[in-house]
Each structure stands twice: as C-alpha cells, then as structure tokens.
C-alpha cells in the first residue's frame, strides 16, 4: 500500500468506549485510493421504538455509527464507504425477536415481503438489519448485535457503543474475532471454520497491539482500525499475513466489486482518530 506514514497525536479520541487518550504513536500504511464501494444500509426499527426516543435522534445516532465505521475503513486503507439507504419503521417488529437473527429475518420478511428481504439478501454490497431499543432488555444476552452472514443481516441494539454496527458489518464481510476469543466459544479454529459453508481466509481474525484490540476483537478498549500488518500502535504491531489481516479481508472483497465496475470517486480523505 505504498510508504508507511508516521502519525503522532497528541490527543486522540476513540468512540468505541469514549475514552480519551494521551500522547500515542500509530504508523499507518499511506493510502493511494481513487474509488471505493459504495455499501447503502437500510435499517428496520420498531414503531414502538418511538416512545423512547424521538426520529431525529434516532437517525443522529444512526449517522454517527455510520461515521465511526467510515473512520475505521479509512484509517484501515479499506477502499469503502458506509452510507445510509433507508431508516424505516415497522409496527409489527418487537423486542423479543433480537433472541434469534433467522426468526427475526423470516418475520421481518412476512411483515414488509419476502421479494423485498429477498432482494436485499442476495445484493453484492448492500445490507440491512433491525435496530432494537436496547440489546439488554430485547437480548437477554452479553452480545449487542449478531450477523447473518449468508444473507447480508444484522441486528444491533440502539444503546450499544458506535464501533458495534462496523463489527457487525465486518461479519457480513467474513472478518472474524480474535483467535482467543474463537476458541473460547468455538473450541476451536477448525470448529469454527467447519461451521460456515462460505469458508473465511485463514488470516481474518482481528488482534491486540499495545493492550487494546482491532474492531472484530473482544477487547474492552479498542482502536478505530481493522487488524493488519501496516498499522503500528506504540510500537506493537496490530496484525500479521499469517493469521490477523481483516482489511485485506474487506479490501479484497471491494476489489472485487470495483472490478465489477460498482464504484465510486472517493470523496475527500476522512482518515482519522
């Protein structure tokens, strides 16, 4: 990806946990990108949700999620752009669907059509998902958002940090979590991977650098950056070619598609923390 870039900032803001950090170092590869892939997001959201909050904040959070996954693709050299398709509102939609993502699909596509869910499942680079009020009171679950990764869905709860719905889409690219994290509720790599018919590369996993992890980690405190050999945090490494490389993972995936000639001209560079 061309000459490494050194980068020193004096104070850096991560929106994963809103946490401030102090004086840190990152080397990031310079990026040399003309195109990107445009991927629309539509989101389906429960009538009710409107009791809790009102549609312009809604959409503003929404916006913002869609911001954060533009910084991290950016800072990535991921040659992509998040962009908000649609923010409709379903009255059937309830809370107790988030308890599992195929039911909730097949009821989202009862209620709004199958023709439609179909569509959008079998589209290159576009997705959809319902947003719930909170994962905490719909899921009953320590995640805060799950992916389907055969027909281009996720669910994410409306109270779950800024980096969750990037993570989710990372999914739906076949980006995988860290190797730890696998193989404490796989049991194993190779169990992991026997349970996808679409197998993922054996280098997408995320990673640690420094104490804090890449996006598709499970690590409490994270940076704004998929896992790859190019990025540096204060001197550690935050990938490798072997086993922890997602942004090829989603790079590969949009040369795919800009291949296929579905692109277009990158707008001013957004790369930051």
């Known amino acids: 990806m061309g000459l490494l870039r050194k980068i020193i ?23 040399n990108i003309q195109e990107v892939v445009e991927t629309p997001i539509t989101f389906f959201l429960p009538e009710a949700m409107g009791k ?62 199958s023709e439609r ?7 290159k680079a576009q997705y959809y998902g319902i947003v719930f009020i909170s994962a905490e009171s719909s899921f009953k679950s320590e995640w805060c958002g799950e992916a389907d990764v055969y027909n281009n869905f996720f669910m994410v709860g409306l109270d779950c940090d800024d980096a969750n719905l990037e993570h989710e889409l990372g999914h739906l690219h076949l980006a995988g979590h860290d190797i730890k994290t696998i193989n404490k509720f796989s049991g194993s790599l190779v169990l992991y991977r026997d349970s996808f018919y679409k197998k993922p590369k054996k280098y997408a996993h995320a990673s640690t650098c420094a104490g804090r992890g890449t996006i598709m980690s499970y690590e409490k405190d994270q940076l704004p950056i998929y896992s790859t050999p190019e990025v540096s945090y204060q001197g550690d490494q935050c990938g490798n070619a072997i086993n922890a490389n997602n942004a090829k993972v989603l790079r590969d995936f949009a040369h795919s598609i800009l291949s296929a000639n579905k692109a277009i001209k990158l707008t001013p560079n957004t790369r930051q923390f």
Request: with cysteine; aromatic share 12%; net charge negative.
């Open 52 to 113: 809790h909050h009102s549609k312009s904040e809604i959409k503003s959070r929404i916006k913002r999620w869609l911001s954060y996954g533009n910084q991290v693709l950016s800072n990535s050299c991921i040659p992509m752009v998040r962009t908000l398709d649609n923010i409709e509102y379903v009255q059937e939609i309830d809370e107790s669907w988030f308890q599992d993502i195929h039911t909730a699909r097949d009821l989202l596509g009862y209620y709004i059509g």
């Open 9 to 31: 900032y004096g104070l850096i803001v991560c929106c994963t946990s809103f946490q401030v950090f102090g004086s840190d170092e990152f080397i990031l590869p310079e990026c």
């Open 117 to 123: 869910v179909s569509e959008l499942s079998e589209s």
